[in-house]
């Protein structure tokens, strides 16, 4: 079974950064896709970034692209948020989650895995 950790979120102003990560245990995930989801109050869950298995392909919500980056490092079966440039609207809940393919997605359904979040808290 395999299980998801995220950590590295808070409270930051805007303008801050954020690094958020998300390591695997129990089975790797290392040749699976990975991204990570946020959602915040009263919203439905959104994609935000993703990675291929080997990292050589990205996808990111419009919304994000330029300010957040997101890597891996598979010898860890760790994923990285970097969040740069953080503005109110990036306050939600982060979950990492592993997709049942390797190409990187933005489409939820392909992704089976999930993490518990962590709060990101952008003030203003």
Known sequence: ???LQESGGGSVQAGGSLRLSCAASGRTLSNNAMGWF???AGKDREFVAAIGWNGGTTQYADSV???FTITRDRTRDTVFL???N?????T???YCAGARTP???GTASYYTRWGQGTQ???SP
Not at 86 to 90: G, M, N, R, W
Request: aromatic content about 4%.
């Open 120 to 122: 990101v808290t952008v």
């Open 65 to 67: 692209k330029g300010r």
């Open 86 to 90: 953080l503005v109110p609207d990036d």
């Open 82 to 84: 970097q969040m740069n």
């Open 38 to 40: 946020r959602q915040a």
């Open 92 to 94: 939600a809940v982060y």
């Open 103 to 105: 190409v990187a997605t």
């Open 1 to 3: 079974q395999v299980q």
